[in-house]
């Protein structure tokens, strides 16, 4: 799809300055700017670029001003980098906006969907599957018996959403995600071997949660493993059992939390960072990349290493950490030097 200079310009309520008949149909980096192309300049440091990029239309601060020649034409707006991101949504809007309901696919009799749904090509909607309007459903999804998903939702080619499983509204469910298998609960016999415990709770993710590639939500022994309002989760995450999250919290990469624990409001949580479980995180924690979490967590601390200290504590033991050898070396001298 091509789009003119004016015609972005009335969509970023910005001023073209050069052709504004110019199209463009993808969008580049400044410095690897071509031509049919839409970039923009926010960081002064880049500033050069714009001089050589190739770029068909770059989007400019309204306080810039050129000291060169330029090739190519320019949309002055309040704030760059935020105009840039609000083409990037509209961009992803006109991406996605698919309808209807392609051929092969499985619809149980008793399943229900919305208004202007997308529903892909071999994908799998249970009995009494309720899905709202404007819902997106990529090819190769599967969606168990009950489960809800709620207006202007994305599930994207390969998730996996188990029964009973309930999905917000503006949710968006990245390819891999399986949400609702079994909590990893066994109980041990007298002859050491181990039994599952059945799994009978579901999954609630509230509006407005992302769930990035590959993550893995498991659902209740009994009651509800929910994701509050706002979570954004990163790829290749492990949420256990009766976790719970609370709202706008968000967690990088490869995290992994043991069952039953809750993890308060505003949370920032780093890649590789292990919590066990049957804890409780206050709101506003903050903990850095591969720490290890073992006790619970007051609200606004700051955490890091494994087993976690307190982000200044850490930081000054460090210090100390990197220069072991050496310290170590200097007390064998000093014992050394005690007995001679």
Same mark, same amino acid.
């Given at each position: 799809?091509?789009?003119?200079?004016?015609?972005?310009?009335?969509?970023?309520?910005?001023?073209?300055?050069?052709?504004?008949?110019?199209?463009?149909?993808?969008?580049?980096?400044?410095?690897?700017?071509?031509?049919?192309?839409?970039?923009?300049?926010?960081?002064?440091?880049?500033?050069?670029?714009?001089?050589?990029?190739?770029?068909?239309?770059?989007?400019?601060?309204?306080?810039?001003?050129?000291?060169?020649?330029?090739?190519?034409?320019?949309?002055?707006?309040?704030?760059?980098?935020?105009?840039?991101?609000?083409?990037?949504?509209?961009?992803?809007?006109v991406k996605n906006n698919k309808e209807g309901v392609e051929s092969p696919v499985f619809v149980a009799d008793s399943a229900n969907y919305g208004e202007q749904v997308y529903i892909g090509a071999f994908s799998y909607l249970g009995d009494n599957a309720v899905i709202g309007n404007n819902v997106k459903i990529y090819p190769n999804?599967?969606?168990?018996?009950?489960?809800?998903?709620?207006?202007?939702?994305?599930?994207?080619?390969?998730?996996?959403?188990?029964?009973?499983?309930?999905?917000?509204?503006?949710?968006?469910?990245?390819?891999?995600?399986?949400?609702?298998?079994?909590?990893?609960?066994?109980?041990?016999?007298?002859?050491?071997?181990?039994?599952?415990?059945?799994?009978?709770?579901?999954?609630?993710?509230?509006?407005?949660?992302?769930?990035?590639?590959?993550?893995?939500?498991?659902?209740?022994?009994?009651?509800?493993?929910?994701?509050?309002?706002?979570?954004?989760?990163?790829?290749?995450?492990?949420?256990?059992?009766?976790?719970? =999250? +609370?709202? !706008?919290?968000?967690?990088? /990469? #490869?995290? *992994? %939390?043991?069952?039953?624990? @809750?993890?308060? &409001?505003?949370? $920032?949580?780093?890649?590789?960072?292990?919590?066990?479980?049957?804890?409780? =995180? +206050?709101? !506003?924690?903050?903990?850095? /990349? #591969?720490? *290890? %979490?073992?006790?619970?967590? @007051?609200?606004? &601390?700051?955490? $890091?290493?494994?087993?976690?200290?307190?982000?200044?504590?850490?930081?000054?033991?460090?210090?100390?950490?990197?220069?072991?050898?050496?310290?170590?070396?200097?007390?064998?001298?000093?014992?050394?030097?005690?007995w001679e």
């Amino acid at each position: 799809m091509k789009f003119t200079a004016q015609q972005i310009a009335g969509i970023l309520e910005g001023d073209v300055v050069g052709n504004p008949e110019v199209e463009v149909s993808r969008l580049s980096k400044i410095e690897e700017g071509f031509e049919g192309s839409l970039t923009f300049l926010a960081n002064p440091k880049y500033t050069p670029h714009i001089y050589t990029t190739k770029a068909t239309i770059t989007i400019v601060n309204k306080t810039f001003e050129p000291e060169n020649a330029l090739e190519t034409t320019l949309i002055k707006v309040d704030d760059a980098y935020k105009s840039f991101s609000k083409l990037l949504e509209y961009y992803n809007q006109v991406k996605n906006n698919k309808e209807g309901v392609e051929s092969p696919v499985f619809v149980a009799d008793s399943a229900n969907y919305g208004e202007q749904v997308y529903i892909g090509a071999f994908s799998y909607l249970g009995d009494n599957a309720v899905i709202g309007n404007n819902v997106k459903i990529y090819p190769n999804v599967y969606i168990g018996d009950n489960v809800e998903i709620g207006d202007n939702s994305i599930v994207f080619s390969g998730a996996k959403i188990y029964s009973e499983s309930v999905i917000g509204q503006n949710c968006v469910i990245n390819s891999g995600v399986i949400i609702g298998a079994d909590g990893f609960g066994f109980a041990p016999n007298e002859n050491g071997e181990y039994k599952k415990v059945p799994q009978i709770g579901n999954v609630i993710l509230e509006d407005c949660v992302d769930v990035g590639a590959g993550t893995t939500i498991d659902r209740a022994t009994l009651g509800s493993t929910v994701i509050r309002q706002g979570v954004k989760l990163d790829n290749q995450i492990q949420i256990a059992h009766n976790v719970e =999250i +609370g709202k !706008n919290t968000v967690i990088a /990469a #490869q995290t *992994g %939390i043991a069952g039953s624990t @809750k993890i308060g &409001e505003n949370c $920032q949580i780093g890649g590789q960072v292990g919590i066990v479980g049957h804890i409780s =995180i +206050g709101n !506003n924690v903050k903990i850095q /990349a #591969q720490s *290890g %979490i073992g006790r619970n967590v @007051k609200d606004n &601390e700051v955490l $890091q290493g494994s087993p976690a200290l307190p982000y200044s504590d850490y930081n000054k033991s460090y210090v100390h950490f990197k220069n072991l050898p050496s310290i170590v070396k200097n007390i064998n001298d000093l014992e050394k030097n005690k007995w001679e």
